[in-house]
C-alpha cells in the first residue's frame, strides 16, 4: 500500500498526469450531468451515434492535413447534432433509425477513407486509438487542456444558469412549450453543447467508449436517487470518481486509460443497482 | 368576456384535416367538454389551441391577458414521466419554469405559491415524495397542481381521469369542478360523454358531425341523446 501511494506521488511530479486528470474530470463532469437529460430524453445512443460522425469527421480532417483536426470536427459534429434532435421526439422511430444510419455510415466513411488516403504507416493503431482512446490523454498540450477548461465551464454555465428549464423541457416537452417556454431553442442549444462534450471527450475515452460516459453515471445515480437535483449531482460525482480512479489505475497498471474507466463506471453501476434493490423494496415499505 | 374563440377553424397535421369548419367561443369561467369517440381530434384541438400544431385554415383568437399569464395544461401522461426521477416539488415548481425568463433561481413567492398548489390539491406532505412512485392519482394531482402554478385563468385538461379507477376519477372531477367554481376556465377532452356532460356547462362534440352549445342544448338536441342515450 505504501508503495502504491509512492508511485502515485511520484507520477504527480509530472505535468502530463495532471492534465490528464483536470481534462478527465471535466470530460466526465460534463458528459454526466448531459447525461441524466439524454437518458431521460430516450437519446442515450445519440453519443454513440455523434462520436461516430465525430470520428469520420477526423478522418477527413487528418486526411486533409488540418493541424487542428477539432476544427472540422466539431462544426460538423455539431451540425449533425442538430439535424438528430431537428427528427425529434415526435418521431421516435424516424430518429432512431436515422441515427443508426448516420452512425454506420460516418464509421464506415471514415474508415474508408484512412484506408484509401493513409496518412501515416500504421493505420491500425491510428484508428485503434481514435475508437478506443488512446494514450493522447497523456500526451495533452497545455494549449489542449486550456480549450477544455474553457469549453467545460461554458457547458456548465449553461447547464446551471437553464437548470429549471432543461428539467421542464425534459420532464414535459409538450407542457413546457405549451406554457410559452422556447423549446426549439433549447433543443438545439443541448444538441451543440453535447456535441460539444463529445468531440472534447474523444480525447479521452475515444469515440467508442463515449456513451458509457454518458449513460452509466446516470443510470447508477437513478437506481438510488429520487430527485431529478439529487440524481444530478450524485451522477456528477460518480463520473468523476471513475475518472480519477480509472486515469489513475490505467497509469499504475498501464492498461488502456477509456476501457478502464468504464470498467470502473460498471462495477459502480452493479454496486448501485444492488443498493437500489433494497431501497425499493424499504419505500414500498414504508407507503 | 369572451376567453377565446375561432369561426371555421380547420386543425390536422401535414398529412391532412382532422376536423374542419370548428366555430365556438369561450367566456371566462365556463366549463367546456370536448367529447366524441377515439379519434376525431379531440387531441389536436387541444393542441391546436396550446400552440404545438399550427392550425390548417383560421384562427383561434386569445384574450390578450391569457398570452401573457399563460396558460394552464394538464396533457396526458407519457412512458418518460412514469419513470423520471423527480420529486413532487420539483415538478410543481417546473409551472413556473416558462414565466421566469432568464432568470435561471424559482423566487419564495414561487415556491409558496407551488405549496400552496400541492396542498390545494391534497397533496401536503408529499413535496419530497419520488413522482414515479405516487398512485395514478396522485400523479394527476401534482400535473395539476403545475398547471395551476403557471396559470390562474385556464385550464386545459387532455382526458385527465384516463387510467384512474371509478373513485380516484369521481375525486378528479371533483376537484376540476372545485376549480372551476373558484372562476377558472375549464376546457376539458372526455371520451365519456355522460361523466363530462355532468359538470361542463358548454359542449364542443367533435365526429362526423360537430355541435357546439349548452349542455341543455346538447341534451336535447337529437344528436346529444343518441349519445347519452347510446351510452345505456
Known amino acids: 500500500m505504501k508503495e502504491l501511494i509512492e508511485t502515485i506521488s511520484y507520477y504527480f511530479h509530472f505535468p502530463f498526469v495532471w492534465y490528464a486528470l483536470i481534462v478527465g474530470v471535466l470530460i466526465a463532469l460534463t458528459a454526466s450531468i448531459l447525461g441524466v437529460t439524454l437518458v431521460l430524453k430516450r437519446y442515450s445512443t445519440i453519443g454513440d451515434g455523434l462520436s461516430h460522425v465525430a470520428f469520420g469527421a477526423l478522418s477527413v480532417a487528418a486526411i486533409v492535413g488540418l493541424t487542428n483536426e477539432m476544427l472540422l470536427a466539431m462544426p460538423i459534429t455539431i451540425l449533425a447534432a442538430i439535424l438528430l434532435m431537428k427528427s425529434g421526439q415526435n418521431a421516435k422511430i424516424k430518429g432512431d433509425a436515422q441515427l443508426a444510419m448516420i452512425s454506420v455510415g460516418a ?25 478506443f482512446g488512446s494514450i493522447s490523454i497523456l500526451t495533452l498540450s497545455s494549449t489542449e487542456v486550456i480549450i477544455c477548461v474553457v469549453l467545460s465551464v461554458v457547458v456548465l454555465l449553461f447547464f446551471i444558469l437553464f437548470y429549471n428549464k432543461i428539467f421542464s423541457i425534459t420532464f414535459d416537452e409538450n407542457f413546457s412549450k405549451a406554457t410559452g417556454i422556447n423549446t426549439s431553442f433549447y433543443n438545439y442549444l443541448l444538441a451543440i453543447i453535447i456535441a460539444i462534450v463529445i468531440v472534447l471527450a474523444m480525447n479521452l475515452v475515444g469515440s467508442l467508449l463515449i456513451s458509457a460516459l454518458i449513460v452509466f453515471p446516470a443510470l447508477s445515480a437513478m437506481r438510488v436517487f429520487k430527485s431529478f437535483k439529487s440524481v444530478i449531482i450524485s451522477s456528477a460525482i460518480i463520473s468523476i470518481f471513475s475518472s480519477i480512479f480509472g486515469i489513475l489505475s490505467s497509469i499504475l497498471f498501464s492498461t488502456p486509460v477509456g476501457p478502464t474507466i468504464v470498467v470502473v463506471d460498471i462495477l459502480i453501476f452493479i454496486i448501485f443497482f444492488i443498493v437500489g434493490l433494497f431501497n425499493t423494496q424499504q419505500t414500498k415499505v414504508k407507503v | 368576456m369572451t376567453q377565446l374563440s375561432c369561426d371555421n377553424l380547420s386543425i390536422g397535421y401535414e398529412t391532412g384535416i382532422v376536423v374542419k369548419d370548428l366555430s365556438f367561443s369561450i367566456d371566462s369561467g365556463d366549463y367546456l367538454a370536448i367529447v366524441g369517440e377515439n379519434g376525431t381530434g379531440k387531441s389536436t384541438l ?64 414561487e415556491k409558496e405559491i407551488a405549496k400552496a398548489n400541492i396542498n390545494k390539491m391534497g397533496l401536503s406532505g408529499y413535496e419530497k415524495y419520488p413522482y414515479k412512485e405516487l398512485s395514478g392519482g396522485q400523479m394527476q394531482r401534482v400535473l395539476l397542481s403545475r398547471a395551476l402554478c403557471s396559470t390562474t385563468k385556464i385550464l386545459l385538461l387532455d382526458e385527465p381521469v384516463s387510467g384512474l379507477d371509478p373513485i380516484v376519477t369521481q375525486e378528479m372531477y371533483e376537484l376540476i369542478n372545485n376549480l372551476n367554481k373558484e372562476g377558472i376556465t375549464i376546457i376539458m377532452i372526455s371520451h365519456d360523454v355522460k361523466e363530462a356532460v355532468k359538470y361542463a356547462n358548454k359542449i364542443l362534440h367533435i365526429g362526423n358531425k360537430v355541435f357546439f352549445g349548452t349542455k341543455t342544448e346538447y341534451l336535447n338536441s337529437d344528436f346529444g341523446k343518441i349519445f347519452i342515450d347510446g351510452g345505456k
Open chain 1, 107 to 131: 464509421i464506415a466513411i471514415g474508415y474508408l477513407l484512412i484506408n484509401i488516403f493513409p496518412t501515416s504507416s500504421n493505420i491500425t493503431a491510428d484508428v485503434c486509438s481514435t475508437l
Open chain 2, 46 to 109: 387541444i393542441k391546436t389551441i396550446l400552440g404545438l400544431i399550427k392550425p390548417i385554415k383560421g384562427e383561434i383568437k386569445m384574450d390578450e391577458s391569457l398570452k401573457r399569464n399563460g396558460i394552464g395544461y394538464l396533457p396526458q401522461q407519457t412512458i418518460v414521466q412514469k419513470d423520471f426521477p423527480a420529486s413532487v416539488f420539483e415538478i410543481v415548481l417546473s409551472g413556473f419554469a416558462s414565466i421566469n425568463g432568464f432568470r435561471p433561481f424559482y423566487t419564495k413567492e
